[in-house]
């Protein structure tokens, strides 16, 4: 199967899983749920639940309840959209080629549409129902909100915004931009890689490998945003482009334009590659994910 189709595949699942959760939502208000739904389900690649569901894959881990972390983690990723898109973050008015929630909506109910999404997330990996093993249950509830918390992409957003809108000076060095993204991409890419050796109960050996793909891994995510960001068109990117050089902002193609940040891109994919060295061919999507860095449009 190609890289595109388990994509796909992993998208159909953790989408229907996330509908269904939705729907079961208890108690909750008609405009919330319509607008959590706008968040969760209008689009997007899908690319954390893919990698939970794979690295779940890779060691056999239980199916639901790999799916559970995915859609969790997928519901964590479109909070922080909803709330990064808000006139008093990085006021956006489209995303995945829709209006943002704030705008479809207004900004209380985007705001609390993410809250509402941050705290089901935790509760769909806390309910028995998650079918989660209770030898990974606590690792996981705290790894991801370490990943999605103060340490993690919380606090990456507020280093960002602080340099944006506090009017603090800009710090162009490679230190500063690795910080940034590990942070406030590469945790919850981390995150996902981690999920699945974490599920299995596997042992460190295992566990290492995943994290250096996954740290990797989130690092050539951000290259490739950051490129993207730069040589994409609105229209295949679902969102507003060249804003980064419009805010001034250090990223890997600032620093050493886009050749040098392509290099950087291609050493990185290299090291990833290199952590999956022991798994042969089951693998196989795990790698093509670090192929799609360099070919990805939006
Ligand atoms: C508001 C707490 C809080 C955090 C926001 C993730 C984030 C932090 C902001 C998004 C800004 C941004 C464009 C970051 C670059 C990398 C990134 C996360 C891109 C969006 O993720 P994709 O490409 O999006 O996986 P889709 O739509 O495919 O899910």
């Not at 729907?23 to 959590?36: D, F, Q, V």
């Not at 929630?101 to 806390?126: M, P, Q, S």
């Not at 740290?215 to 730069?230: K, T, Y």
């Not at 040589?231 to 980064?244: L, Q």
Request: with cysteine; glycine share 8%.
């Amino acid at each position: 199967m190609t890289f595109e189709a388990r994509l796909t595949q992993a998208r159909v699942l953790v989408e229907g899983d996330l509908g269904r959760r939705l729907e079961a939502c208890r108690r909750t208000p008609a405009r919330l749920r319509a607008a959590m739904a706008h968040a969760v389900l209008g689009g997007g690649k899908r690319f954390r639940p893919f990698l939970v569901l794979e690295t779940a894959a890779l060691f056999d881990a239980p199916p639901a309840a790999a799916l559970a972390v995915a859609s969790a983690l997928e519901a964590i990723h479109c909070y922080s959209l909803a709330h990064d898109d808000l006139p008093s973050m990085d006021n956006d008015e489209t995303r995945r080629g829709r209006p943002t929630v704030w705008k479809a909506y207004d900004e209380w109910t985007a705001i609390l549409a993410g809250d509402a999404l941050l705290t089901a997330a935790f509760a769909w990996l806390a309910e028995p129902a998650s079918a989660i093993p209770p030898h990974a249950l606590g690792a996981l509830v705290a790894e991801l909100a370490d990943a999605a918390g103060p340490a993690g992409m919380v606090g990456g957003q507020v280093i960002d915004l602080q340099a944006d809108k506090l009017g603090e000076p800009k710090i162009p060095t490679l230190a500063h931009v690795k910080t940034l993204q590990e942070m406030k991409t590469g945790a919850l890419i981390r995150f996902a890689c981690r999920a699945g050796p974490l599920l299995a109960g596997r042992p460190a050996a295992d566990l290492d490998a995943l994290t250096v793909y996954g740290e990797a891994l989130g690092f050539a995510f951000q290259i490739s945003d950051d490129l993207l960001d730069v040589t994409g068109s609105a229209a295949e990117v679902g969102k507003a482009v060249a804003k980064d050089a419009a805010a001034g902002k250090a990223t890997l193609v600032s620093l050493y334009g886009l050749d040098g940040a392509r290099r950087v891109l291609a050493a990185t994919q290299a090291r990833a590659l290199d952590a999956l060295r022991d798994y042969g061919p089951r693998a196989g999507p795990l790698r093509s994910a670090v192929d799609f860095m360099s070919a990805r449009k939006s």
